[in-house]
């Protein structure tokens, strides 16, 4: 793949699809959309088997430096070990998306793949942006189509639940526009490699922090900026509701590790205090409100919400198992939360409703769904041996080392999560069915288990051995921890009182992030 301009031919191939779509029928744009996914995420595995794990941090570098796009910006690109993984997730979640609105969209299908398509591209040169004007236009331009496909092809009060999510997302981003102009005015430079080594003075470094902090919170999102989520989740459909979920929420999450936490580390540090403050209510608040929805797609919805809360906490511990575990939770969830709008969009085809309450028994006259659908519930409960646990673990395990009382909190919501997601499968899965309609719809059919079946695999196997997926993000976790270091907190976590020896070795230990890495020593 040497010479080869790889990235941007991920980025031109959804495009150039979803101009095909707009130019043909109804049933080949349907086939033209799974094609080019499909091809999509044959060349983002291609990238996963030729990124050089332990090599230079970035790599498929294509710099058109001196051939400035409208005056403004250079068309960078480069992928590091944490984009890499964002990428494979986006690539790997798309042609899932296409098939699962195959029968479900029968008007304006052409717009319908175009609008997904269009959107895969610019969610994929968010992670492989190397300009800073370049990450915020593929940052602000995913608005657009979303935008569309909850307001077009949404439910019955779709264009509410659209303007909000539009809004909401773009007032913040604003802020952050705002203090990238300033970054580079005062850097001398767009790049981001190179912006992530500035160091920008302290009394600035705040503002700035704050600016972007409201942009990738509302995009997270954090309590309080989280309430555009439930309502874009309830109105979009199904296709839209697994990307919503699965990749523009990591959005959020993909900020704080590339711009805020590298660029601002003092900032960062002074003001973690909110990070934690605001992720603590997210998780014991929104846990306690999806324990009393009615409506699945929007106990889901809710869901996510806490579980950002555990990549945010993760982050910003300053160590390693938190950002690391931060890291896994996105991937996890990202797996996780779009299969189980999948499984929701599966009952929504038959029987036309969300309530809980019109379901029940569903283990009886459907047990392949029940069975899969209890693989996600664990994954979002966190059962060891699923992807939910080793990002939750390791994120407890780094804000236990920063705050002891921060992790405190979020363990209860693990508590909380396991009793909303098992009361809700128990729910919908046992006892009998409490409609005549609900006891005589069909099992899966093949293609619904082409679409669940993957993810399954996926959420096992990051459970099993989460090391295929820890391994290329190693090295860029140390590169963040060296240059945050200068700034990190301290944490309250103690030694055990013992051998003074003992205790002197486990402080250095601590200091040089010397604790096994996930996957070492384990």
């Keep these: 793949m040497a010479g080869f301009p790889i990235l941007s031919a991920i980025l031109a191939l959804p495009m150039l699809g979803a101009l095909a779509c707009l130019f043909s029928g109804a049933r080949t744009a349907r086939w033209v959309a799974l094609m080019t996914t499909l091809a999509t995420l044959a060349l983002s595995i291609g990238l996963w088997l030729t990124f050089d794990i332990g090599g230079a941090q970035w790599q498929f570098v294509e710099n058109g430096a001196g051939t400035p796009l409208f005056g403004a910006f250079d068309w960078a690109l480069g992928i590091d070990g944490i984009a890499l993984m964002l990428i494979v997730l986006t690539a790997f979640l798309m042609p899932i998306c296409i098939a699962a609105s195959w029968e479900a969209i029968g008007e304006r299908v052409q717009e319908y793949m175009a609008a997904f398509l269009f959107m895969e ?16 236009i593929f940052f602000e331009a995913g608005l657009i189509p979303m935008y569309l496909i909850i307001g077009i092809w949404g439910g019955q009060n779709r264009i509410y639940a659209a303007y909000k999510f539009f809004l909401y997302t773009l007032l913040g981003s604003v802020l952050m526009l705002i203090a990238m102009l300033w970054m580079v ?43 555009w989520l439930p309502d874009a989740h309830v109105q979009a459909p199904t296709a839209g509701s697994v990307i919503l979920a699965g990749v523009l929420l ?5 900020g704080f590790v590339r711009f805020s936490l590298p660029m601002f580390p003092e900032a960062s540090a002074q003001l973690v205090w909110i990070v934690f403050g605001l992720s603590m209510v997210a998780v014991v608040y929104t846990s306690l409100v999806a324990l009393v929805q ?27 198992q938190g950002i690391e575990g931060g890291l896994i939770v996105m991937l996890s969830h990202g797996l996780v939360s779009g299969a189980l709008f999948l499984c929701v969009g599966i ?12 379901y029940g028994g569903l283990s009886n006259n459907m047990p392949a769904y029940a069975l899969l659908f209890m693989v996600f519930t664990m994954g979002a409960v966190g059962l060891p041996g699923t992807s939910g646990f080793v990002g939750e673990f390791l994120s407890l395990m780094g804000a236990y080392a920063a705050n002891s009382w921060v992790a405190f909190v979020a363990t209860t919501g693990i508590v909380l999560g396991a009793a909303y997601m098992l009361l809700l ?10 409609t005549a309609e609900a006891a005589a719809m069909p099992d899966l059919s093949a293609r619904e288990l082409a679409l669940l079946a993957p993810i399954a695999a996926a959420v096992l196997w990051m459970g099993v051995y989460p090391e295929s997926f820890l391994a290329p993000m190693r090295d860029d976790v140390t590169v963040l921890l060296d ?40």
Aim: hydrophobic letters at 50%.
């Design 121 to 136: 591209t610019l969610m994929l040169g968010v992670f492989m942006a190397q300009d800073i004007f370049l990450f915020y």
């Design 185 to 227: 005015n005062h850097a001398g430079t767009t790049f981001i490699p190179q912006l992530m080594v500035t160091d920008f003075p302290p009394q600035a470094q705040t503002w700035l922090w704050l600016a972007f902090f409201a942009s990738f919170a509302v995009k997270m999102p954090m309590w309080p900026v989280h309430t």
């Design 250 to 254: 990591k959005m959020g999450g993909y």
């Design 294 to 320: 009615q409506d699945m797609k929007k106990l889901i919805a809710y869901s996510s919400v806490a579980h950002m809360a555990f990549v945010t906490i993760g982050l910003f511990a300053f160590n390693r």
């Design 347 to 358: 009952v929504y085809d038959r029987l036309h409703t969300r309530d809980i309450d019109r």
């Design 425 to 434: 499968y128990w729910r919908i899965a046992f006892g009998t069915a409490r």
């Design 483 to 522: 240059r945050i270091d200068r700034a990190a907190p301290a944490g309250d976590a103690q030694v055990t009182p013992g051998d003074p020896a003992a205790a002197a070795a486990g402080h250095g230990e601590a200091e040089d992030h010397g604790a096994p890495a996930a996957g070492e020593g384990h």
